[in-house]
């Protein structure tokens, strides 16, 4: 059984914040339950309103029955946990709250030595980061005040910055802060086991790496379709938009996963050093390129939804043609589409092979028919698909598609953690192979700036809700 964390306080910002009531309380309820938080641990909430440590834990408690009400029907439990939620009241931009907080973590512990590893959780729209960061260094917090033996480490959510040079300054900013192994900048993407398996898949079988390169692949296609909208995500959608929400960070990781190189050990560095070099390696887009490579849309309806502009030009959907200018990849396209509003929710990577040099059998389309293809689908089922042809019962000798399939839910017994689970224990530990490096940050972002500046000046395409995104994007495959 894996250590136990150290002792430690996990101050979170933003703790009214629609991630920390769906995601990160009930992950840290449900490692409480299961025994995984360490012995002695206190969760601090930071935020704007006035509250009583015992009004924000009736909040905290209020959200969860709402969200998740079989999780707190353990009373007991719940109490248990909720004894261990502090609050403090603070203006972001204000230092007077840094020092209420500095007071609360060193004097409000106790004997409890939750005082000596502090983890700080960044739930916070990316303008305010860095503020954050500049304050906690002034009021003692960062890494360098840290006592001997004891840590400090910063998660900080995504978006990571709004576009290149907002996410250079914060790389900056945090990093006169805190070192870079105690950095951790997350996407969530990367606890999800299935794509986590994706390496695995790729490097504990020898059957398909052989196969995994421009010889034999035809192309790769990334699709993270969901079938709602941006529900009551107006304001931030309007900053964000699609590339920043989805393709800066989970579809460009997706990309890395299943096309960067064998790395020369299973290290955090070593899988990272092999993502950022894949993500140097992709072709950089521009305006004469843009119209082959690129659509973007936004579905209708989407200008009428609360809190976004009647002439909001802002993307909920891509499609966009990659290619990977290297040895391995060179001339092979990735799709990637993404988007809101489409006529599904599926997450998954199709890897297509080439067709065999001759059809002997019919039908005359049979390449395409039945093509071989490797399906990894990351959710909501999690399975691995192989495609192949087979023959068809009867005289004749026809080829129909057949799948061979892998599913996690019947080959593995449930395990029930998401990714915050993983990922808090993981920045707990120190573990920071599923978070992204600086270098990572900085290229995903080059290449969606570069995506942004080569459509400058177009309005999205409408496409109808609950379709694959609008027909113009026929036109890059
Ligand atoms: C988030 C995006 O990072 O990921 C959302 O901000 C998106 O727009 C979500 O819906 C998808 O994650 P999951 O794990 O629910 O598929």
Known sequence: MPQKPDNCTIVIFGAHSDLAARKLFPALYELALWGKLP???????????ALSHEEFRSK??????????????????????????????ADFADREGYDLLHEELMEGSGESGT???????????????????????????????????????????????????????????IGEAFNEERIFRIDHYLGKETVQNIMVFRFSNGIFEPLWNRQNIANVAITIAEEFGIRDR???????????????????????????????????????DEKAKLLRSIRHFNPESAPQTIVL?????????????????????????????????????????????????????????????????????????????????????????????AKRPGEAVITDPVYMKFDYKTSFA????????????????????????????????????????????QSPEPYPVHSWGPESVQGIY
């Open 39 to 49: 012995d002695e641990y206190r969760i601090v909430g930071v935020g704007r309103a």
């Open 60 to 89: 905290v408690q209020e959200k969860m029955a709402g969200l998740f009400p079989e999780a707190i029907r353990n009373k007991e439990a719940f109490a248990a946990f909720s004894a261990r939620l502090f609050y403090v009241r």
């Open 115 to 173: 005082s000596r590893n502090l983890l700080f959780y960044l739930a916070t729209p990316p303008a305010l980061a860095p503020v954050i960061v500049r304050n906690l260094q002034l009021a003692g917090l960062g890494e360098n005040n840290a006592s001997p033996g004891s840590w400090r480490k910063i998660i900080v959510e995504k978006p990571y910055g709004s576009n290149l040079q907002t996410a250079r300054e914060l790389n900056s900013v």
């Open 234 to 272: 107006g304001a931030f959608y309007e900053e964000a938009g699609l590339l920043r929400d989805i393709v800066q960070n989970h579809a460009l990781q997706l990309l890395a996963s299943v096309a960067m190189e064998p790395p020369v050990d299973f290290s955090a560095e070593s899988v990272r």
């Open 297 to 389: 849309g936004q579905y209708e309806g989407y200008r009428t939804e609360k809190n976004v502009a009647s002439d909001s030009t802002v993307e909920t959907f891509a499609a966009i043609k990659f290619f990977v200018d290297n040895w391995r990849w060179k001339d092979v396209p990735f799709y990637v589409k993404a988007g809101k509003n489409l006529a599904e929710t599926v997450t998954e990577i199709v890897i297509t092979f080439k067709c065999p040099p001759q059809n002997y059998f019919g039908p005359a389309e049979s390449c395409s028919y039945t093509a071989n293809q490797v399906i990894l689908r990351i959710q909501p089922e999690e399975t691995i698909a192989i495609k192949f042809g």
């Open 414 to 457: 449930a395990v029930g953690a998401t990714p915050y689970h993983r990922l808090l224990l993981d920045a707990m530990a120190g573990e920071q192979m599923n978070f992204i490096r600086q270098d990572s940050v900085e290229y995903s972002w080059a290449i969606v700036d570069a995506i942004r500046d080569a459509v400058k000046g």
